[in-house]
C-alpha cells in the first residue's frame, strides 16, 4: 500500500493534466477533463480501490455522484470520494455523513476505515493549499497508521514535482526540496535494535512510568488516529502493554501540563507538586477569549483536587494557537516549590557512601567524591556564601575547569538563589567580559589553573583583571584543580584586584566547621542559570532558565536515556557548554558522574574510553565531530576496552551522520542505545531525543522528547512530513527560557524565536526533515539561516558534509554561499588529514562523490583547502559569519571564535566585484555553460 500526499498543486493550472496523468498512472483510473484540480479553496479525498468493483459496493455513508461539475465516467475502475468538491472560498472539506455532526476535525478517517476492512486499498490522494489552515499535512499523514508497515509517504508541492509524470514517467522529487536519500530508495536500516542494551525493553523506565500514568488516571493514551474527538467519552482500562511510543507522546502533548505533574511524581523530584497550586497560567494582560478559557480551568482544577483526576484531564483546554506573547508569558507550577540543588544533592537517596563523582585531568591519577562529601561540602560553601552576603538573584560569574570543586560550588550558589553562570578557562579576558559585564556579579570563581595538551597554563591574573573591569564583584574564590591546594603563580604575589576580598576553596574547608545542610524554598520559576548560546548566528545570547528546568532534565535522563541509581555518567564537555548543566543534573536521578578535565584526544584518542571504561561507565557522550574523528583515525574502543556496563551513547552538536551510526555497532559496542540529540542551550535540553523501546535507525534522530510539541513547519507555519522544513515546538513546554537577559519587554526574545507570520509557534531555527511511522525519526539537515541556494535552488549544507566527511583525506569542511552577479555559488573550504594530497584530481573526486550521492546542484563551484575551519568555541562551524565575510561584510562576533585570527587565512576568497565589461554578441554562451555546467544546444540562436 502506499499513500500519496499531494499538495499544495500548481497554482491555477488547468485541466491539470499533469496530475490526471500522474493519478492514471498510479492508482489506474481516470477523471473526467473538467476535474477541478486548480481550485485555490478546495481539497479532496479519494480512495482508489485495487481491482474491479461495481457500483453498488460504494459505501452509502458518503456523496459518491459527483466530483465537482464532472460525473465519475470510467465503470470498469470507479472512483468512491469520500467527499464533495466544494467551490472557491468555501470550507475546505465537506462531509455526508454524521461524522461531520459529531465533531470530527478531520472526517475522512471514518471512510478510509471503512474500505480498509472491505479490501486493500491502493492509494490515498489528497489535494490541499497549504494557506488553508485546516489542510495540515500531518493529519492526514496519521492515516499511515491505517496501513501495513511497508507503507510510503510521498510529497509533492510545485510545478517541478510534475516532471517526468508529463513524460510518463514517475514523479522527481523537486530539486529546491532535498530528501535524505533513504527514504526515497529504501527505508533507513535498523542499526541498534530496541533489545540492543535493554534484555526486556518493557522493563525500562519509560515503559514503567506509562504503566505509572495508566494506573494513576485510570486511562490508556488515545490511539494515533482518533475517529471521534479525544476523551469525548471514558476510555477502555489500558492495553497489558505499552502503546507504541507515538501513541504515548500524543497523549503528552495533549495534556502537558497534566503530564508534567506526573513526571514530577515518578521520577522523584523533592518536594512534591502541593495542593491549590495550579499546573499552568498564562501571565500578562490583552489574553484572547482562548487563552483566558485556559486560565479558568486550570485555576478551577487548582481548587478542585477531590474530584477525580480523570475528569479534568477529559476536558482539559488545548495549549496549540496561543499567541506569541502569551507562548513565552505561560508558566507552568505558577506556585510550585523546588530546589534544584536540593534534589541534586539528595540524589535521589543515594547513601552517604555512595560515590557521586570521580575526577580526572590530563596525567593526574582519578579522585572520587562521595555522596556525604558533596553534601558536606555544598554545606560549607553555602555557609561561606551567606557570610559574603550573597542573596537571592545574585549573579556568580564562573571562569572553571570541569572539577568535582566547581560541581559543589555551583549547587551551593543555586541551592541559595543565587544565578550561575560559566564559562571555560581558556575563553580570552575580552570574551569573558562581553559575557560578564551586562550580568553585574557579585562573584566572580575561577580555577587556578587549567590543563590542555600537557600544558599548564594558570588562570590567576586573568581573574583579576576581569575583577578590575567587573566593578560589581566584591568576592573572587578560587577554585583548585589538583583538589589540594590552588596554585597562585603571582610573579611578584601582589593582588591586582584591590578592594576585593579573595577566598581560596582549599582554606574554606579547612578553617570550616560542619554545617547543617539546608536548603530554602525556592520558586519553580527563580532564576537558575545564565546560559550563552553558541554565538553560530550572532553575538552570544544570554538566557536564564529557572529552576523547574530540573524536571526537563530528570525526564530526559531517566525516561529517554533510561538512567537508574546505581549508573555512572561521561559526558564530555567544558563549564561553558549547557551539556555540562545538562549533566550534573544526572546526580539527582541517583547516578555518579564521571568527570574529565582536558583534551579528549591527548595523550592518545583512547583516553576518555579508558577513564570510562575503568570506572563501569554506563552512558557515554560526546560530540558528533568526536566520533566522526575516531572513525577516520579507525580506532576500535571494543577492542582494547570490555565496556561491559556501557548501555547508552549519546552524541550532539551536530547531525551524526549515517556511516557513524555503522561505526558505532561495528567499533564500539552493538548491543547499546545510540541516541542522536538536538536541542541547545536555548532550552538546555533537547527537542529530539532517545526513545529506548525503540529501533535506532541509521542517520535518523529517534523521537520527539515527551512533553515536547515537536513539528517540522512550513513558511507558513503548517506541519509538514517528509521534506525539509523548520523545526519548531507548537505549544509551551517546561523548560523553556524565562527571558533574555536585559530583555525585560521580551522584545529580543520574541524576534530570535518567533515569527510573526508563524505566530506562537517557537522555531528552534534548525532545518529538519520528519519522517512519518512506520519509519518515524527526524534529519537535521542545517542552520535554517545558513542554507544555500545556488541558481535558486535550496541546498543543505548537512548533505554536502555528510558525502565529504565520509572522504579519508577530508579532516573538516565548511560550505558558504558566495554571491557573482547575483548568482549565489557554493564554495568548499576543506583540512585534509594528512593522507591525500590538494590535487585537481582530489578537487575532480570530491565533485565526483557529491554529483553521485547528491545532485548536481549540490556540487560546490570551488573547492579550497585552507588550514582552519572557523568554529565557535563550542565546536560549531561558523557558517552565516563566514558567508557574510566571504561576501564583503566585515567579520563580526570574532570573540565567539576558537581562534579569531582565523579569518585572516578567507580574505583571498572575499568576493571583489569587477567593473563591468561591455558584453560580446555571444557572452550568453559563455554565461549558459558556467550557469549550467555544458554548453548551449548547437541549434541555439545569438539574439
Keep these: 500500500m502506499e499513500v500519496f500526499l499531494l499538495g499544495p498543486l500548481i497554482r491555477c493550472r488547468a485541466p491539470n493534466s ?85 465533531g470530527v476535525r478531520f472526517p475522512y478517517l471514518p471512510a478510509v476505515d471503512h474500505w480498509r476492512k472491505i479490501m486493500p486499498v491502493t492509494a490515498l490522494i489528497v489535494e490541499s493549499n497549504i494557506r488553508q489552515p485546516v489542510s495540515k499535512p500531518a493529519s492526514v499523514l496519521q492515516l499511515a497508521s491505517f496501513f501495513s508497515s511497508s507503507s510510503r509517504i510521498y510529497t509533492f508541492d510545485d510545478d517541478r514535482n510534475m516532471e517526468g509524470a508529463e513524460n ?36 525500562c523506565r519509560l515503559s514503567l512510568f506509562y504503566d505509572y500514568v495508566a494506573k494513576k488516571h485510570s486511562i490508556a493514551p488515545p490511539p494515533l488516529c482518533p475517529s471521534a474527538p479525544p476523551f469525548a467519552q471514558p476510555l477502555p482500562p489500558p492495553p497489558p502493554s505499552p502503546p507504541s511510543y507515538n501513541t504515548f507522546h500524543d497523549w503528552t502533548v495533549r495534556y502537558a501540563p497534566f503530564f508534567w505533574r506526573d513526571v514530577w511524581e515518578f521520577c522523584g523530584v523533592y518536594k512534591p507538586s502541593n495542593a491549590g497550586n495550579p499546573l499552568l497560567e498564562i501571565r500578562g494582560d490583552n489574553l484572547s477569549s482562548s487563552e483566558q478559557s485556559i486560565n479558568r480551568f486550570y485555576a478551577q482544577q487548582a481548587t478542585s483536587q477531590g474530584l477525580p483526576r480523570t475528569q479534568f484531564l477529559f476536558g482539559a483546554p ?72 550573597l542573596q537571592k538573584g545574585d549573579r556568580v560569574a564562573a571562569v ?153 532534565l530528570v525526564k530526559e535522563h531517566q525516561l529517554h536515556l533510561n538512567v537508574r541509581p546505581g549508573d555512572s555518567m561521561l559526558y564530555y564537555s567544558t563549564a561553558s557548554w549547557m551539556m555540562w548543566n545538562w549533566l550534573v543534573a ?41 566520533l566522526q574523528d575516531l572513525e577516520k583515525m579507525d580506532i576500535v574502543p571494543k577492542a582494547t576496552f570490555a565496556m561491559n556496563r556501557l548501555r547508552t551513547l549519546c552524541s550532539t552538536g551536530s547531525p551524526l551522520y549515517p556511516h557513524t551510526f555503522r561505526y558505532a555497532a561495528s567499533s564500539i559496542k552493538k548491543d547499546l542505545h545510540l541516541v542522536s540529540m538536538s536541542g541547545g ?147 568548499l573550504f576543506i583540512t585534509l588529514t594528512g593522507t591525500h594530497r590538494y590535487t585537481p584530481p582530489f578537487v575532480a573526486e570530491l565533485k565526483k562523490m557529491i554529483r553521485e550521492s547528491l545532485t548536481p546542484f549540490h556540487i560546490p563551484k570551488h573547492i579550497f583547502m585552507v588550514d582552519e575551519i572557523p568554529k565557535t568555541k563550542n565546536g560549531k562551524l561558523m557558517e552565516k559569519e563566514l558567508k557574510n565575510f566571504v561576501n564583503g561584510e566585515p567579520a563580526t562576533n570574532l570573540e565567539s571564535a576558537q581562534n579569531p585570527s582565523v579569518f585572516r587565512e578567507y580574505d583571498r576568497f572575499v568576493h571583489k566585484p569587477r567593473p563591468p565589461v561591455p558584453p560580446s554578441p555571444h557572452a550568453w554562451r559563455s554565461e549558459y555553460e558556467e550557469e549550467y555546467g555544458f554548453p548551449p544546444p548547437t541549434d541555439s540562436m545569438d539574439y
Design 18 to 102: 499533469a496530475l490526471v496523468h500522474y493519478l492514471s498512472l498510479e492508482a489506474c483510473w481516470r477523471l473526467p477533463p473538467s476535474f477541478p484540480g486548480s481550485s485555490r479553496a478546495t481539497a479532496a479525498v479519494l480512495c482508489a480501490l485495487r481491482g474491479k468493483v461495481t457500483r453498488r459496493s460504494r459505501c452509502p455513508l458518503y456523496s459518491s455522484k459527483k466530483l465537482g461539475s464532472g460525473d465519475v465516467t470510467s465503470t470498469d475502475i470507479p472512483v468512491f470520494p469520500a467527499f464533495r468538491w466544494q467551490n472557491a472560498g468555501s470550507a475546505p472539506f465537506s462531509c455526508a455523513s454524521t461524522a461531520a455532526s459529531r
Design 168 to 203: 510518463g514517467g514517475a514523479p522527481q522529487w523537486p530539486h529546491d526540496q532535498p530528501q535524505f536519500p533513504h527514504f526515497v530508495e529504501k527505508e533507513p536500516p535498523v542499526v541498534f535494535p530496541a533489545s540492543a542494551s535493554f534484555h526486556d525493553p518493557h522493563s
Design 318 to 389: 488545548s495549549m496549540r494557537g496561543l499567541s506569541r506573547q502569551a507562548f513565552v508569558n505561560t508558566v507552568f507550577f505558577p506556585r510550585g516549590k523546588l530546589n534544584f540543588a536540593e534534589n541534586v544533592v539528595r540524589g535521589a537517596g543515594r547513601l552517604d557512601q555512595d560515590v557521586a563523582l570521580i575526577f580526572s585531568c590530563e596525567g593526574t591519577p582519578p579522585r572520587a567524591m562521595t555522596f556525604g562529601d558533596l553534601r558536606h561540602q555544598v554545606a560549607v560553601m553555602m555557609q561561606f556564601f551567606r557570610r559574603t552576603g
Design 400 to 552: 572553571v575547569c570541569n572539577t568535582p570543586e566547581t560541581v559543589v560550588t555551583m549547587l551551593a550558589v543555586t541551592g541559595l538563589g543565587g544565578i550561575w553562570s560559566s564559562c571555560s578557562p581558556d575563553f580570552t579576558l575580552p570574551v569573558l567580559h562581553s559575557r560578564f559585564g551586562d550580568l553585574s556579579p557579585r562573584v566572580l570563581v575561577t580555577s587556578d589553573v587549567y590543563q590542555l595538551k600537557g600544558r599548564t597554563t594558570s588562570c590567576i591574573r586573568k581573574a583579576e583583571d576581569l575583577c578590575r573591569r567587573l566593578a560589581s564583584v566584591k568576592t573572587l574564590l578560587t577554585l583548585p584543580l589538583d583538589g589540594a591546594v590552588e596554585q597562585t603563580f603571582y610573579e611578584d604575589n601582589i593582588s591586582r584586584a584591590p578592594g576585593v576580598f579573595q577566598a581560596k576553596y582549599s582554606d574554606i574547608m579547612n578553617t570550616s566547621a560542619a554545617t547543617e545542610l539546608a536548603f530554602p524554598a525556592l520558586s519553580f520559576n527563580d532564576p537558575l542559570f545564565i546560559l550563552f548560546s553558541s554565538g553560530t548566528t550572532g553575538p552570544p545570547k544570554r538566557l536564564i532558565h529557572r529552576q523547574g528546568l530540573l524536571l526537563q
Design 586 to 626: 544526572g546526580l539527582a536521578s541517583g547516578a555518579s558522574l564521571l568527570l574529565y578535565e582536558g583534551h579528549a584526544m591527548y595523550p592518545d584518542p583512547l583516553v576518555l574510553w579508558r577513564f570510562f571504561d575503568q570506572h563501569g561507565g554506563t552512558l557515554f557522550g560526546t560530540s558528533a565531530k568526536y
Design 681 to 827: 542551550s536555548d532550552i538546555c535540553s533537547c527537542f529530539l531525543t532517545g526513545n529506548p523501546t525503540g529501533d535506532v535507525r541509521e542517520g535518523l534522530l529517534q523521537a520527539e522528547g515527551l512533553g515536547m510539541d515537536v513539528a517540522v513547519v512550513n513558511s507558513f507555519g503548517d506541519t509538514i512530513v517528509g521534506r525539509t522544513g523548520e523545526l519548531a515546538c507548537l505549544q509551551p513546554f517546561v523548560s523553556q527560557p524565562i527571558q533574555l537577559w536585559d530583555d525585560e519587554n521580551c522584545a529580543k526574545y520574541l524576534e530570535t524565536y518567533f515569527d510573526k507570520a508563524r505566530g506562537g509557534l517557537w522555531l528552534q531555527g534548525d532545518n529538519c526533515i520528519s519522517f512519518a511511522p512506520p519509519i518515524k525519526g527526524f534529519v537535521i539537515t542545517g542552520r535554517s539561516d545558513a542554507t544555500l541556494n545556488p541558481s535558486g535552488v535550496r541546498v543543505s549544507s548537512s548533505e554536502i558534509y555528510q558525502v565529504v566527511l565520509g572522504h579519508q583525506g577530508v579532516k573538516e569542511c565548511i560550505a558558504v554561499g558566495r554571491m557573482h552577479n547575483d548568482v549565489e555559488h557554493v564554495i
